[in-house]
């Protein structure tokens, strides 16, 4: 018999608070729901007994790629993965950007370079006409490793791109203005559809997360975020669409977060809700 009916999946170093953490156990226990707290990185966590594995803090899988992936491969085998593994392992590498502007979505400007041969900064400029760049690594998250850098800068531009390709590729992305006016509007998806948001503020490497409370989602955002969960795949239990307005002024794809995003949970409880409702079920399903 297995002991929990949910592992939400976290890590031994937490590089900040997960905010989510205590009301989501709380949720799941007013559906009935044993729960708990699991790190994956924990040798001692036996994480697939559980009849659900959610990916949830999970935030120091940039510095362990490999073995992050293995062990996802290992969850899915013995348990049920949320969000499913295809999905997740489509997800890590920000590449993903690139598959859905193929296929006619949206998304900030974007070059993805290959990891471990860094271009010349100011051949990156000439070649994209940007004057305010943002360079980051493929595989991230938490603003780990992403610099915005000028056009002029060329000698900070330059240990940038060389930082950030000594980890792997790299994607250089134009820094949009709108970021810092509108805002970057992070839409909280929850068992398929969008649930509400929040405006982040720009955040780099260092930084820590600002975040307002809980707002309203445009009509041309939520039909953006309802495009991405169409083209990800079916049964997302949870994703954040980051969204914000493009150079034309419409809105396009900052981010789509399918692995560990916060969700901003105390900023509207009926999501929360929801999502436990949704684990709700599953369990029943997988009993």
Request: hydrophobic share 45%; charged share 25%.
């Amino acid at each position: 018999m297995r002991p929990l009916d949910v592992a939400l999946a976290s890590c031994l170093d937490l590089h900040e608070p997960d905010l989510d953490e205590a009301p989501t156990l709380a949720a799941l226990a007013r559906q009935g729901l044993t729960a708990a707290t699991l790190a994956w990185d924990d040798p001692d966590a036996d994480v697939a007994a559980a009849r659900l594995v959610v990916l949830r803090a999970t935030w120091n899988y940039p510095e362990r790629p490999a073995d992050f992936r293995a062990w996802l491969e290992r969850t899915a085998a013995a348990s049920t993965l949320l969000n499913p593994l295809s999905v997740v392992l489509w997800n890590l590498h920000k590449g993903y950007l690139l598959d859905l502007e193929r296929r006619g979505v949206p998304i900030v400007p974007t070059r993805l370079l290959p990891g471990h041969e860094p271009v010349a900064f100011a051949a990156l400029v000439a070649e994209t006409g940007w004057r305010d760049l943002v360079v980051k690594p493929a595989v991230s998250c938490g603003s780990r490793l992403t610099f915005r850098v000028a056009a002029d800068d060329v000698a900070t531009g330059d240990e940038a791109l060389r930082r950030v390709a000594t980890e792997g590729d790299v994607l250089v992305q134009p820094y949009l203005a709108s970021v810092e006016g509108h805002g970057e509007r992070a839409i909280v998806c929850i068992d398929g559809e969008p649930t509400h948001a929040v405006r982040k503020s720009p955040r780099f490497a260092g930084q820590d997360e600002s975040t307002s409370e809980a707002l309203p989602i445009a009509p041309a955002e939520a039909e953006l975020a309802r495009r991405c969960l169409a083209l990800a795949g079916p049964d997302l239990l949870y994703a954040r669409v980051d969204v914000a307005p493009g150079l034309a002024g419409t809105p396009v794809l900052m981010e789509l977060e399918l692995i560990e995003p916060t969700l901003f949970f105390p900023a509207w409880p009926p999501a929360l809700e929801r999502f436990a409702g949704a684990l709700r079920r599953r369990v029943d399903a997988v009993a």
